[in-house]
Nanobody, 119 residues
Framework: QVHLVESGGGLVQAGGSLRLSCVAS???????????MAWYRQAPGKERELVAS???????MYADSLKGRFTISRDNSRNTLYLQMNNLEVEDTAIYYC??????????WGQGTQVTVSS
């Protein structure tokens, strides 16, 4: 069991940057450092999609369309996952979710944080 709380969303102009954070509360014996974590997003009228994931060893993977603009990272000492988003586009407007993928295909979701990019 894990409880995930995202923050850092907001309204930004196209070309701007945001950094999302996700703090994980974990059960004893289930350390954050051992988890595979990810960011997903859901745009209006679209299905949820994987944005990026990071292994327990810190190896990142990105959706092909986002490489070079988004960076996923983690601070295991703070039980925190990050998503740095640069050069944002209007098409990045979505609700962004922090996800525990450790037991894939079962996923644990945060409540999401809204990112809105204006033109």
């Amino acid at each position: 069991q894990v409880h995930l709380v995202e923050s850092g969303g907001g309204l930004v102009q196209a070309g701007g940057s945001l950094r999302l954070s996700c703090v994980a509360s974990v059960a004893a014996g289930n350390p954050f450092s051992m988890k595979t974590m990810a960011w997903y997003r859901q745009a209006p009228g679209k299905e949820r999609e994987l944005v990026a994931s990071i292994s327990s060893r810190g190896s990142p993977m990105y959706a092909d369309s986002l490489k070079g603009r988004f960076t996923i990272s983690r601070d295991n000492s703070r039980n925190t996952l990050y998503l740095q988003m640069n050069n944002l586009e209007v098409e990045d407007t979505a609700i962004y979710y922090c996800v525990d993928r450790s037991n894939f295909p079962a996923l644990e979701w945060g409540q999401g944080t809204q990112v809105t990019v204006s033109s």
